[in-house]
């Protein structure tokens, strides 16, 4: 099943969502996402006394984290201590793979 062209959108550094969109688009409450905030596991573009604003390409980190703190009975505590280390390895495997790119066009 496709969703209907006006549910597709791109999650990318351009795009912005309020912390309420990323609450229902990752399935954790507002409360849950501040604790992220707090933690420093999430990091908004700005906020104001009124509203947090963050990068949509954020959407698909906060999902994964969301998906195996209910998968591991995690507190949000654990799971911003996930979120580093998910970061962590994405950026570990950024740099092997442009290490194996360099090499092979040696």
Known sequence: MHPAPSEVTWLDSR???SLQELSRACGMSADELSELVDYGA?????STAQESV???DCIVRVRTVSKL???FDLDV????????YLDRIEELERQVRSLQATRSGV
């Open 15 to 17: 795009e912005t969502v």
């Open 42 to 46: 999430l990091a908004p573009l700005a």
């Open 54 to 56: 963050f990068s949509a």
């Open 69 to 71: 703190r209910l998968d």
């Open 77 to 84: 505590y654990t799971a911003a201590i996930l979120m580093g």
